[in-house]
């Protein structure tokens, strides 16, 4: 039973665009959602995240919009660079995150020239 | 401020035999975890720590999974003995509540990737 999912495996995009990855959970007790980017050999960097008192969050070139009643979330980049290129994870907690998380199983951005 | 440390950062090891991995977290995180990533999948928590204390170890394999974290800094996850699904990264991640947000936000270390043959 996935409880985060991460439909898209792979995401390409033409760098300058805007990227957007989405992400769907089925746990009601979530309210603590975070994006995580992780390249080859390394641990998850911690990107951006949204409690569910809000339904957007801004940090820079990234934003997060969360809509509780889908129960969906996307992270949007605009633009679109290079260094973007990595693997994304959504993970989810209850409890402000005071648990451990819940994460999808990645979708892979390619950031195209 | 220095970050999440993990060894070592890769282990081959044959099936049966046992294996220990090493964190050390952010200074002043209360919390640790320890994640098991297997390829083309997310992580997965294995046990969560608060200060020496076990929070939520339901999907670690007691049968030859065990952790500790003595004096509620540096913490070892072992395996014994090793299966040959074990194979997979080992993230360890620390968080501290913050006191603006309320949340806790958790960073990870660079993982140790282990093969079992």
């Known amino acids: 039973d996935q409880q985060v999912k991460q439909n898209s495996p792979s995401l390409s995009v033409q760098e300058g665009r805007i990227s957007i990855l989405n992400c769907d959970y089925t746990n009601s007790m979530f309210d603590y959602f975070l994006w995580y980017k992780k390249y080859p050999a390394e641990g998850p960097t911690f990107l951006i995240s949204?409690?569910?008192?809000?339904d957007k969050n801004e940090d820079g070139r990234f934003t997060v919009f969360l809509n509780k009643s889908a129960k969906h979330l996307s992270l949007h980049i605009v633009p679109s660079q290079p260094g973007d290129s990595a693997v994304y994870f959504c993970?989810?907690?209850?409890?402000?995150?005071?648990?451990?998380?819940?994460f999808g199983k990645g979708t892979h951005l390619i950031i195209q020239p | 401020e220095a970050g999440v440390a993990q060894s070592p950062r890769y282990k081959i090891i044959e099936k049966r035999q046992s294996v220990a991995f090493w964190c050390n977290p952010i200074s002043g995180h209360a919390t640790l975890y320890w994640y098991q990533q297997i390829l083309g999948q997310g992580p997965k928590l294995l046990i969560q720590f608060q200060n020496n204390g076990v929070v939520d170890d339901s999907q670690l394999p007691k049968d030859r999974f065990s952790a500790e974290r003595l004096k509620g800094v540096d913490s070892t996850l072992k395996i014994q003995p090793a299966k040959l699904e074990d194979s997979a990264v080992y993230l360890c991640?620390?968080?501290?509540?913050?006191?603006?947000?309320?949340?806790?936000?958790?960073?990870f270390g660079p993982g140790t990737r282990l093969t079992v043959l």
């Open positions: 991640a620390s968080s501290t509540l913050g006191k603006a947000s309320g949340t806790d936000t958790q960073y």
């Open positions: 949204i409690s569910s008192i809000k």
């Open positions: 993970a989810a907690s209850p409890r402000g995150g005071a648990d451990g998380l819940t």
